[in-house]
């Protein structure tokens, strides 16, 4: 048998050839994975450093919204406190006879005449006919008012609790 040596030789050359272009686009297309990789990491890494700042920024805006909550709630709790406060001292007041709640009655009413005036230290109101209120009925009146407040007090915090929220 004859072996050519000029056939194996091209033989030999175009594996070594394919061998070689094989390594090559090994080569190239191993630095292009290499580099799609970077990419992706960069890419990773600057989706985690905005959703970190994100992040940051929301807890920052939290815990500013909870501090303005807590001064809206030792607001409230203060005003609730010295409108109990004011109240108590005028329900004590009731109670002692220091202080005595009167209404002015309509001038020309029916009976109105039959009401004697009371009598006052210095009042604005010169000549009106009023008529003291009975000190049970001026404590009712002291509670349903102190109950006003407290809702009104509370209506108050709501809508400010609201406008943080909307901030």
């Not at 220091?98 to 001038?107: E, N």
């Amino acid at each position: 048998m004859v072996v050519p040596w000029k056939a194996l030789g091209v033989l030999t050359l175009v594996i070594a050839g394919a061998g070689s272009a094989w390594q090559f686009q090994d080569w190239r297309y191993g630095e292009q994975l290499a580099k799609q990789a970077r990419l992706h990491a960069e890419a990773l890494n600057q989706l985690n450093k905005a959703a970190a700042t994100a992040q940051q920024v929301e807890q920052d805006k939290r815990l500013a919204l909870e501090q303005r909550l807590v001064t809206s709630e030792q607001t409230h709790y203060r005003k609730l406190s010295d409108a109990q406060r004011d109240q108590d001292r005028l329900r004590d007041r009731l109670a002692t006879s220091d202080l005595r709640l009167s209404v002015i009655l309509a001038s020309g009413s029916a009976g109105a005449s039959d009401v004697p005036k009371a009598a006052s230290a210095g009042g604005v109101d010169h000549g009106t006919v009023r008529a003291e209120l009975d000190p049970a009925h001026a404590q009712r009146i002291v509670a349903i008012t102190n109950r006003g407040d407290r809702g009104l007090i509370a209506l108050s915090a709501c809508q400010e609790i609201l406008r943080m929220a909307t901030q």
